[in-house]
């Protein structure tokens, strides 16, 4: 069984990577659900990596309904990681009424060629996840990250379990958001996924010895001088349980 990491940086890249994930997520501005890296982020990471690189193509946070002008960022940030060796891009758009935008995605998707394609959460805020679905598999992306249109993807796993079903081996649906150690086997056992995407953090200190409190730069309840980081440990511990269960079933 496959692990995902999501990862916040080149670094927690590295250390997914330590941990025994088998690809990561890249993205940026986790705070708003991930955004794109820089390309300096993913030269990075490119270079110091072996396992897969799936770059987040993701103009901001909010919605999913994009602009010309966000979906033409779009498009050159797919150009900017297919040259930069990204080995897939994650992405997805929304049309007004909560249905996939099957034009500007069959755009997307030619683009991105030869790389890997993972439709995104975006496919949570879709009106008929199963309608959704379908046009998908018309698009032909290779998978789909969700949470079951729910909070966490053990509340939606029944519905996670229909997906897998539906989908007939033509694309990938890959569990995702809130699955977590203690939850891991669990998701497992209803969902019988394959692939499953996970985002395992510690909180870091920085290593500042001048430390200004009255001074806030971006979220007021929220310290200048911490930052989260992927931790390997708990990427480890997640990637022993699929082992294990993977034995289990051979």
């Excluded at 300096?40 to 919605?63: E, N, S």
């Excluded at 033409?72 to 297919?82: F, G, N, R, Y």
């Amino acid at each position: 069984m496959l692990l995902e990491s999501c990862v916040n940086s080149a670094i927690s890249a590295i250390a997914a990577q330590k941990g025994g994930a088998d690809r990561v997520e890249l993205c940026e501005n986790m705070a708003d659900g991930g955004c794109t890296p820089s390309s300096g982020t993913i030269l990075f990471a490119k270079k110091h990596l072996t396992i897969p690189i799936f770059v987040m193509i993701r103009p901001r946070g909010a919605d999913f309904l994009y602009s010309e002008e966000e979906f033409e960022i779009m498009q050159s940030d797919i150009l900017m990681a297919k040259k930069l060796g990204a080995d897939g891009v994650v992405f997805g758009i929304l049309m007004t009424d909560g249905r996939i935008d099957i034009d500007r995605m069959k755009e997307l998707t030619a683009l991105s060629r030869p790389m890997g394609i993972t439709c995104h959460r975006a496919f949570d805020m879709t009106r008929d996840p199963m309608e959704a679905l379908d046009d998908l598999i018309e698009i032909g992306v290779d998978r789909v990250l969700t949470s079951g249109q729910a909070d966490s993807a053990l509340d939606g796993a029944k519905l996670i379990r229909r997906l897998i079903e539906r989908a007939r081996k033509k694309i990938i649906i890959m569990p995702g958001h809130g699955v977590k150690e203690n939850n891991l086997m669990q998701v497992v056992q209803e969902t019988g996924a394959t692939e499953y995407h996970m985002y395992l953090t510690k909180q870091v200190i920085g290593s500042m010895t001048f430390i200004r409190e009255d001074v806030k730069m971006g979220v007021p309840d929220q310290s200048e001088f911490e930052y989260v980081q992927v931790d390997e440990k708990r990427i480890r511990k997640a990637r022993e349980i699929l082992d294990r269960e993977e034995g289990m079933r051979v």
